[in-house]
């Protein structure tokens, strides 16, 4: 099992079929778990997925269409009742908090779970945890809608081999990295010496939108994209005027912001008897990278950090 991967808990937009549930998406990353848009059933596909309450530290709803957010009672009263003792972060757009705070109190149970509400007013960082942060942008959908993206922090990867030839060890290592120079018999070694630059992991959530600035952003540079792909092209007209992507469009987002993997989901039930590896395959055409086509509870790594050389 990977320590960041995402658990693709339902993959279907607006009406759930006998092959995919209702969106929702847990993403494992290392000790977090970050659920996003729990739609109808997330309760349940969580048991077939093998995900448990506690392993939820974080909720981000992009909007409150009911496919993104009907989950969220059944999820909330499900902490509750097993008593999850840590604080759960819950990020949503502002303007609609108010619908937050029906779902959250929809039914009655005896609330344990500490939920910290983190409405999002606009763009840019809305959590800062150690291990990463979360972004935010707005997306274009016929209602308040944000995407968002993890950001790990840039580091550096200690070379072993350089330690060793200049005799750093033990102790003094993590004293290097926290010190930046370290003196050492009569020299004196610097961070830069015995380290390379590691660039940080970034993962984004793109759902119901249009084509805008907010999706490429959330997209830039991000090792896995998740992305709506409701229509293919045959229905881009419909894509537009309801305010979805087509794969294809999805393919572009990655492409022009130079991700790694591009996961599609949130498929119209249109697609349900067909063949839907031709939404994959107009995806493909726009993004030279690798594109998955996600079905419901898949578990799917985020790439290594180190690509094989080609
Ligand atoms: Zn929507």
């Excluded at 055409?285 to 180190?306: K, N, Y």
Aim: charged share 25%.
């Amino acid at each position: 099992m990977s320590d960041r991967e995402l658990v693709v808990l339902g993959t279907a937009s607006q009406a759930p079929t006998r092959r995919r549930n209702h969106n929702g998406y847990l993403l494992r990353w290392d000790g977090a778990g970050v659920l996003f848009d729990p739609g109808e059933g997330t309760q349940r596909q969580m048991l077939f997925a093998g995900v448990t309450a506690s392993q939820i530290t974080h909720i981000c709803i992009t909007h409150f269409h009911g496919d993104h957010c009907l989950g969220l009672p059944g999820v909330l009263q499900r902490m509750s009742l097993d008593r999850v003792a840590h604080t759960v972060d819950a990020c949503y757009p502002a303007q609609n908090q108010e619908v937050f705070r029906r779902l959250r109190h929809a039914a009655l149970f005896h609330e344990v779970t500490n939920l910290a509400e983190r409405p999002v007013t606009g763009g840019g960082t809305v959590l800062k945890e150690s291990a990463f942060r979360v972004e935010a942008q707005p997306l274009s959908h016929s209602v308040p809608a944000i995407g968002y993206r993890l950001v790990e922090p840039d580091g550096r990867r200690m070379l072993p081999g350089r330690l060793a030839a200049l005799g750093v060890t033990g102790p003094d290592i993590g004293r290097l990295q926290r010190e930046g120079r370290l003196a050492t018999g009569d020299r004196l070694v610097s961070l830069d010496q015995v380290s390379e630059p590691r660039r940080g992991q970034r993962f984004a959530f793109i759902m119901d939108t249009r084509l805008c600035d907010g999706a490429f952003a959330l997209a830039d540079g991000a090792d896995m994209v998740v992305c709506e792909s409701t229509f293919a092209d045959t229905e881009a007209a419909l894509a537009r005027e309801y305010g979805h992507l087509t794969a294809r469009q999805a393919g572009r987002i990655a492409a022009e912001s130079r991700a790694r993997l591009l996961v599609l989901t949130h498929f119209s039930q249109r697609y349900e008897h067909g063949d839907s590896q031709h939404l994959a395959d107009e995806a493909a055409e726009a993004f030279g990278g690798q594109v998955v086509l996600a079905s419901d509870l898949d578990r799917i790594p985020v790439p290594s950090r180190h690509p094989p050389a080609a």
